[in-house]
């Protein structure tokens, strides 16, 4: 469930020192070892480079092998272990920006497009689980968008009135609901989303793309993009490629173009997410 007030839901963090018997690891990576793959030692030469090996960039990769290309998948830690790893393995199409505002700013067309686009990657992953029969719990469920807490206002209300109409205007199923599961609190229900275990589905897809000229490398960063050439320096070696995918959550790109990184990241917002249950 997701709660949205006026903006943003804020709350006074509270950090705790962790004690030498506490564990802070999340269920995701607990449960489900993943096989550990080779760091890059050698030049390779690949039809193309995928940058980041979460749920994004694993499943890109897997994509494109099935289309018969050669595939180098690099992660600079461990494969599905940092954003994928710590996710609330929600899948949803509604965005962190409200519906209304994304047709605001760029448009009923762009505002339903977006959302078309993570209605069609919910449906890709159930292909992909089905026809690779992959154990990882997958199932529809409904999300739910609520007001954050008890003092809710008259406008908060009429926003998620807004945000539903506009919903089902667009194509997608939505209703309002004045009280929604567990929480009790006016919301929007979306039915048809879906939930699952995200590191056994990246378990079995990242085992698939090594082999026939494809890889992938762990602890391999990439620190320099040479887009003349058509390469990439990784571990002081190089992976030539025809194409370059970006499926990182925040790219580092190293001291080479540290002003296009610095001119990125000063753009970005830090925020935390928070699933219970």
């Known amino acids: 469930m997701h709660c949205r007030k006026d903006f ?10 962790e004690q030498p018997w506490m564990r802070n690891v999340p269920f995701w990576i607990d449960s489900t070892p993943i096989r550990r793959f080779p760091r890059l030692e050698r030049n390779v030469n690949v039809d193309v480079v995928v940058v980041g090996g979460g749920i994004t960039g694993i499943t890109t990769a897997h994509l494109l092998k099935e289309t ?27 965005t962190d920006v409200e519906l209304q505002e994304l047709a605001r700013t760029f448009g009923d067309d762009h505002a339903q497009a977006a959302w078309d686009a993570g209605a069609a990657a919910i449906d890709e992953i159930q292909r992909l689980v089905q026809d690779e029969q992959i154990e990882c719990e997958f199932r529809r469920v409904p999300a739910y968008v609520h007001v954050c807490g008890h003092s809710f206002s008259q406008k908060e209300i009429s926003r998620l009135k807004k945000e539903a109409s506009l919903a089902a205007k667009l194509g997608f199923d939505a209703v309002y609901l004045e009280s929604v599961p567990y929480f009790n609190l006016p919301g929007v229900r979306y039915p048809n989303q879906a939930k699952f275990h995200p590191r056994k589905y990246l378990r079995a897809l990242a085992g698939k793309v090594p082999g026939n000229g494809s890889h992938v490398f762990e602890k391999s960063a990439a620190s320099e993009f040479d887009a003349k050439k058509g390469r990439v320096k990784v571990n002081r070696s190089w992976i030539n490629f025809d194409r370059v995918i970006m499926a990182t959550n925040n790219p580092l790109v190293g001291l080479a173009h540290v002003t296009a990184a610095t001119l990125l990241q000063t753009k970005l917002s830090l925020y935390t997410s928070y699933a219970f249950g």
Do not use: N, W
Request: glycine share 6%; net charge positive; aromatic share 2%.
């Open 68 to 94: 018969g290309l050669t595939v180098a998948l690099i992660e600079r830690e461990r494969v599905a272990s940092i954003d994928t790893g710590h996710t609330t393995a929600h899948l949803t199409c509604i």
């Open 8 to 17: 943003p839901c804020t709350a006074k963090p509270y950090i705790r020192r």
